[in-house]
């Protein structure tokens, strides 16, 4: 495309396609690649970086999910695309804006009127619902971290009063606050690090190489809480009828699963953590009406818990 010109029509198709495929999901057909491809006469591979990267942008993603065994896609179970919008499908939203914005014309005011509505009828109430800490006031940093973090270079900064070399992986928010999650080059440990208590931050030359594994570890936490030295093991939980359907409409982690349903529409789901505090602090929030299965020492944990505190009544 020429500097300031439109994209060309095979931008326009590609749009009108990701459309057409959410509209048919939402209509809750189940589609395969091989099928989509016929439908609108392009390659199976295009359908398939439509769904691994157009319709997965920067890990936003709507809630779609593949299904191995019958090789087909189709929305989660309870999902909707259009009807009680999660952030991250609003955010989704605005990559798709903003991809619209490029190819400009009619899809570009179609777009922004869309997210218009959005922020009128939806998006104002779905923050004023979230305990979300106000970052207006470094939006510079986090924009020099997004840089750094693109371009894989390392960075240098002053931490509680301690100079320090890292390897800036993502900016994250956990339980309300904004955290950089950075590998220390000196004992090569991921921590993370408070925003607001940056200092005298240095850009470096050096670049480094960001482990796939690493980068898996961080995707799949449930908050800043994990443990990289320590390997991923599995929770059993039961919940009970008042809960479940919070953990169905929004999994804690992109590892959860739903192992059983019951009559009285409680279930039993799976997760897996590194940490004893990725999930106990969300066990305290919903008792009493959830309940550690597995494994074992972490229910536990819990219980020893509880007892301390009851003991400050006595």
Request: aromatic fraction near 10%; charged fraction near 35%.
């Amino acid at each position: 495309m020429k500097r300031g010109g439109r994209k060309s029509l095979k931008d326009d198709k590609t749009l009108v396609r990701l459309m057409r495929i959410l509209s048919r999901l939402n209509d809750g057909e189940e589609l395969s690649t091989k099928g989509l491809a016929e439908d609108f006469g392009v390659s199976i591979r295009t359908i398939q970086k439509d769904f691994s990267e157009r319709l997965d942008n920067n890990h936003n993603p709507f809630p779609i999910e593949y299904d191995t065994k019958k090789r087909i896609w189709k929305l989660k179970e309870n999902h909707k695309i259009t009807d009680g919008l999660t952030i991250n499908e609003h955010i989704a939203l605005y990559s798709m804006l903003e991809f619209s914005k490029s190819i400009g014309g009619k899809f570009f005011d179609i777009s922004k009127g869309l997210i218009s509505r959005i922020k009128e009828d939806r998006f104002s109430s779905i923050y004023t619902k979230l305990d979300m800490e106000d970052i207006s006031d470094i939006l510079d940093l986090i924009y020099l971290f997004d840089e750094l973090i693109r371009d894989r270079l390392k960075v240098v900064f002053d931490y509680k009063e301690k100079r320090r070399t890292l390897e800036p992986i993502k900016i994250v928010s956990f339980e309300g606050f904004w955290y950089l999650l950075a590998k220390d080059c000196k004992d090569e440990i991921v921590k993370k690090y408070y925003l607001k208590d940056i200092k005298n931050i240095e850009k470096s030359k050096d670049r480094f190489v960001l482990d796939e594994k690493l980068k898996n570890l961080i995707e799949n936490s449930v908050n800043a809480w994990f443990r990289q030295d320590v390997k991923p093991f599995n929770v059993k939980l039961k919940l009970s009828k008042e809960v479940a359907k919070y953990f169905i409409r929004r999994p804690i982690s992109k590892t959860q699963k739903i192992i059983e349903s019951f009559e009285d529409k409680s279930i039993t789901i799976s997760l897996k953590i590194t940490n004893e505090l990725e999930i106990t602090p969300t066990v305290k929030k919903y008792i009493p009406f959830i309940e550690i299965l597995e494994p074992s020492w972490l229910r536990d944990i819990m219980v020893e818990d509880l007892n301390i505190y009851l003991e400050k009544f006595k």
